[in-house]
């Protein structure tokens, strides 16, 4: 459950960061106003009281609108306020990562006359990988470890099954210890893959 | 559609809590800090003997959600017998100990591992140039290494600062009544989420910008490569900023 919450809100965190990228880089004001106050709103603010804003606010937004009790379903509340939390940190990420790329490169394909899509998908994005790997890498495993956060809200992920287990047993100790230690093992997986991804990433550069 | 007379009335609640998250944040800081000067120390040493154990240390705080840090110390060591009969259950046993606890620890191996980085983006050359100029090897770290990592860490170690006030949050979960705890109680009395959640965003929003600020402050503050000579209309009023 809990690598599904976070695979899942990987997926539409990176569409919102890459959408938020856009708009930061967009020519109207209008688009930069609301990415800007999007990004600086969510990073400025507690997952904590992102998930529970949005749960609770959720159940009463939803009992208004069907006119009686309807409970949001966690997951979804989960999904969401990750998927939110992480668009926002992706969103600097690729931002910074475009304006890593050198313009002369758009520039030179455009005066080949390549279209402006073919030089955003042969030229743009295989290297934004590059410049944005090691940034999202570390914002998966913020992601994974602030899906615990869930649990809040009664998800029964990883540490809510612990917590639950821990009770039954008056293990506490042994049970979230066993708990740390799976996430530990997932994220110190993720990490040895996304070193063998940005090395991958980068061949053909001269390495440090 | 928001009650806006509710809001405005959940703000001397939330004010209370503000204090509450401020002393967590600010204590978790100090004792992270002191923690993080021998870790990073030991982690740079040749020895596996020392370097191995603060690399354990920093692997397991950074590898696991800090909330599994915080039952695991609040509920964790209530299982041993033995904890129970020793001088630290008072403060084991207090959810305000056990969240700065927590919140010490964590931090700790984050500030240890930006202290490393920092030292070790001093450039060589400054330090040959101390030890070449006859400087012990002590003078060299106390004047030239710690004030240069000091700076080059800034930057780093501000957004582990705004990281310890936004985890503070987590406090809430064992009972604290920091920003996140009264809003949880207030939102639990009036069944009002949007309207007490979003004052509560937003004072943690005042914090954080208001502590970015500070930081660019002292940033700017610190710079020396950008400071121009003083010419005598300069030392003749002070400049702002």
Request: proline share 4%.
């Amino acid at each position: 459950m809990t690598l599904l919450v976070s695979a899942i809100s990987l997926v539409f965190g990176t569409l919102v960061g890459f959408l938020g990228a856009g708009a930061k880089l967009s020519r109207r004001r209008a688009a930069r106003v609301v990415a800007d106050v999007y990004t600086t709103v969510i990073r400025g603010i507690p997952e904590l009281i992102i998930i529970l804003l949005l749960y609770f606010g959720g159940t009463v937004t939803l009992t208004a609108l069907a006119g009686h009790y309807v409970e949001v379903n966690g997951f979804g509340a989960g999904v969401f306020a990750l998927s939110v939390v992480f668009g926002a940190y992706a969103t600097e990420i690729f931002r910074g990562a475009v304006l890593a790329i050198p313009r002369g490169q758009g520039e030179a394909a455009r005066a080949l006359g390549m279209k402006r899509g073919a030089v955003f998908w042969t030229i743009l994005l295989p290297q934004l990988w590059r410049f944005a790997l090691p940034g999202i890498g570390n914002l998966w495993l913020v992601l994974l470890k602030d899906s615990a956060l869930i649990s809040v809200v009664g998800l029964e992920e990883l540490l809510r099954k612990t917590a639950i287990t821990a009770g039954a047993t008056r293990q506490p100790f042994t049970f979230y210890f066993a708990a740390a230690m799976i996430y530990l093992l997932f994220t110190v997986v993720s990490s040895t893959v996304l070193h063998w991804a940005e090395r991958r990433a980068a061949r053909g550069l001269q390495s440090a | 559609m928001l009650n806006f007379e509710l809001m405005w009335e959940s703000v001397p609640d939330l004010l209370g809590g503000l204090a509450v998250t401020l002393e967590l944040t600010v204590l978790s800081l100090i004792f992270g800090m002191v923690l993080a000067l021998p870790l990073a120390a030991l982690r740079t040493a040749r020895s596996p003997i020392l370097w191995m154990p603060a690399y354990g240390y920093i692997t397991f705080f950074r590898g696991t959600p800090l909330l599994v840090q915080i039952f695991l110390i609040y509920y964790g060591t209530g299982q041993f017998e033995w904890i129970r009969t020793t001088p630290l259950w008072p403060i084991l046993r207090e959810a305000y100990w056990c969240a700065i606890l927590a919140f010490s620890l964590n931090t700790a191996a984050y500030t240890a591992e930006i202290l490393r980085g920092a030292i070790q983006a001093v450039p060589r050359g400054e330090i040959e140039a101390g030890l070449a100029l006859g400087m012990s090897r002590w003078h060299v770290f106390r004047l030239i290494s710690l004030p240069r990592a000091f700076r080059l860490a800034l930057p780093a170690y501000g957004n582990e600062i705004i990281l310890v006030i936004k985890s503070s949050s987590l406090a809430s979960t064992i009972t604290l009544l920091d920003i996140t705890g009264v809003a949880r109680t207030l939102v639990a009395h009036t069944y009002a989420p949007y309207e007490v959640f979003l004052v509560a965003g937003a004072l943690y929003l005042v914090v954080v910008l208001a502590a970015t600020r500070l930081l660019a402050i002292l940033e700017r503050w610190l710079r020396i490569d950008t400071v121009a000579t003083p010419t005598p209309k300069d030392l003749a009023q002070p400049s702002a900023g």
